[in-house]
């Protein structure tokens, strides 16, 4: 299974809003509503951001939003934080599991 | 506190073998699913296997059926990864992970552990 598709690299100032994209296809991304997006700073450990298309677990900042349309999922990012510099990855479960090839967010 | 603690990585030679080790503790081990996941700097995270909470239903990555198993042991709180034939297209960071409630997601990770396949 292919990795799901996502830029390279997104940058924004500070308090602006950057929106990561996520495309698969109609037996992923498209076929269930299981889109995860996960935040990773160097060196550590994933941290889950969105469950289930848009879901946020508690203590993610309502700042952090996504949506689903086709076979792309879409994350956004309001007002952005210098915190919020770091690598963000998709995921779809479709009995299993395909990352994104993972988005650089830089805060300029 | 749920923590997801890996141990067991390390040099191992092509066509060698190694069992990767996760402690939990801060949660009821035996009602999560669990996940082995592995980052490499080239390919980003790649989902390897997922072990249901009583052990017996398993689901593997293509790249590595019939090569690796994931099993637990629910009274030491720990879930493994046997590795065996590895290839040096096995190298990478393994973490552990735990499966949210309700759906499909993984909402802890542990630290990872380093495996390098090399002559």
């Known amino acids: 299974q292919s990795a799901l598709t996502q830029p390279r690299s997104v940058s924004g100032s500070l308090g602006q809003s950057v929106t990561i994209s996520c495309t698969g296809s109609?037996?992923?991304?498209?076929?269930?509503?299981?889109v995860f997006w996960y935040q990773q700073h160097p060196g550590k450990a994933p941290k889950l951001m969105i469950y289930?298309?848009?879901k946020r677990p508690s203590g993610v900042p309502d700042r952090f939003s996504a949506f689903k349309s086709g076979n792309t999922a879409s994350l956004t990012i309001s007002g952005l934080q210098a915190e919020d510099e770091a690598n963000y990855y998709c995921?779809?479960?479709?009995?299993?599991?395909?990352f994104g090839s993972g988005t650089e967010v830089t805060v300029l | 506190e749920v923590q997801l603690v890996e141990s067991g990585g390390g040099l191992v030679q092509p066509g060698g073998s190694l069992r990767l080790s996760c402690e939990a503790s801060?949660?009821?081990?035996?009602?999560?699913?669990m996940h082995w996941v592995r980052q490499t700097p080239e390919k980003g995270l790649v989902w390897v296997a997922r072990?249901?909470?009583?052990?017996?239903?398993?689901t593997y990555a293509d790249s590595v059926k019939g090569r690796f198993t994931i099993s637990r042991d629910n009274a030491k709180n720990i879930v493994y990864l046997q590795m065996n034939s590895l290839r040096a297209d096995d190298t990478a960071v393994y973490y552990c992970?735990?499966?949210?409630?309700?759906?499909?997601?993984?909402?802890?990770w542990g630290q990872g552990t380093l495996v390098n396949v090399s002559s």
């Open positions: 992970a735990r499966e949210g409630s309700g759906s499909y997601y993984t909402d802890y």
């Open positions: 801060g949660f009821i081990f035996s009602r999560y699913w």
């Open positions: 072990l249901n909470g009583d052990g017996v239903g398993t």
């Open positions: 109609s037996s992923d991304i498209g076929a269930y509503k299981y």
């Open positions: 289930d298309v848009n």
């Open positions: 995921c779809s479960y479709a009995g299993t599991y395909v």
